[in-house]
């Protein structure tokens, strides 16, 4: 079945990296992703990843895939307030172009200590 | 320009009562989708819709419905309304495999 597991909390400083981690069951995942949601407001898409891809890396966040270990982490460098939010990962299952929807962790709550 | 639109952003009603969610996108995408997000923030695909297929997650209630009346706009329609049903409804859109979210209408069952 679908199952996608993250860590409910995550306290860093300002100014340090942010490690938020993912782990699914799923291995005929085809993309992973990274979603930011701030509070009241929607879910805005950060970055995912192609399956067969190890690691992406895109300003000051990088994904690292460990397809083997069914691993998903996403890093902040340089954590700043404006990056307080929850952040959920995702993955898509279906082929590219269908109509399956993503399956949703719970989560990760980010909070930024000045 | 916004990409994926929903209205309206806030909606109070009254158990029972039928109420109608619009979505619209300008993307030119040719799936669409509705989400659920409960007050614990745990987010649960509800729908998706092409103009080919229509996939229903099994544990929806048949009180929601989504209607399509062109491939730029899906609609859900929830009959019946219960306390349960408050949450925050999302709808998406996506091409291959990029999705973009709405920002959401909450709803508020009393």
């Known amino acids: 079945g679908e199952d996608v597991e993250q860590s409910l909390f995550l306290s860093v400083r300002e100014g340090d990296s942010s490690v938020i981690n993912c782990t699914y069951t799923?291995?005929?995942?085809?993309?992973l992703y990274w979603y930011k949601q701030e509070p009241g407001a929607g879910l805005q898409l950060l970055t995912y990843?192609?399956?067969?891809?190890d690691m992406k890396q895109d300003q000051r966040l990088t994904v690292l895939l460990n397809k083997k270990d069914k691993h998903l982490s996403l890093r902040i460098a340089d954590t700043q307030t404006g990056d307080s939010a929850i952040y959920f990962c995702?993955?898509?299952?279906?082929?590219?172009?269908?109509?399956?929807?993503?399956?949703f962790g719970k989560g990760t709550h980010l909070i930024i200590q000045p | 320009d916004t990409a994926v639109s929903q209205t309206p952003k806030y909606l109070v009603t009254q158990m029972g009562n039928d109420k109608s969610i619009k979505c619209e996108q300008n993307?030119?995408?040719?799936?669409m989708y509705w989400y659920k997000q409960d007050s614990k923030k745990f987010l649960k695909i509800m729908f998706s819709?092409?103009?080919?297929?229509?996939?229903i997650n099994e544990t929806v209630p048949n009180r929601f419905s989504p209607k399509s009346p062109d491939k730029a706009h899906l609609n859900l329609h929830i009959n019946s309304l219960e306390l349960g049903d408050s949450a925050v409804y999302f709808c998406?859109?996506?091409?291959?495999?990029?999705?973009?979210f709405g920002p959401g209408t909450r709803l508020l069952v009393l």
């Open positions: 993307l030119g995408h040719d799936t």
């Open positions: 819709y092409n103009n080919k297929e229509l996939i």
């Open positions: 990843i192609f399956s067969n891809m």
């Open positions: 998406a859109s996506s091409f291959r495999e990029t999705q973009y």
């Open positions: 799923d291995s005929s995942s085809t993309y």
């Open positions: 995702a993955e898509s299952i279906g082929p590219e172009g269908g109509a399956d929807g993503l399956t």
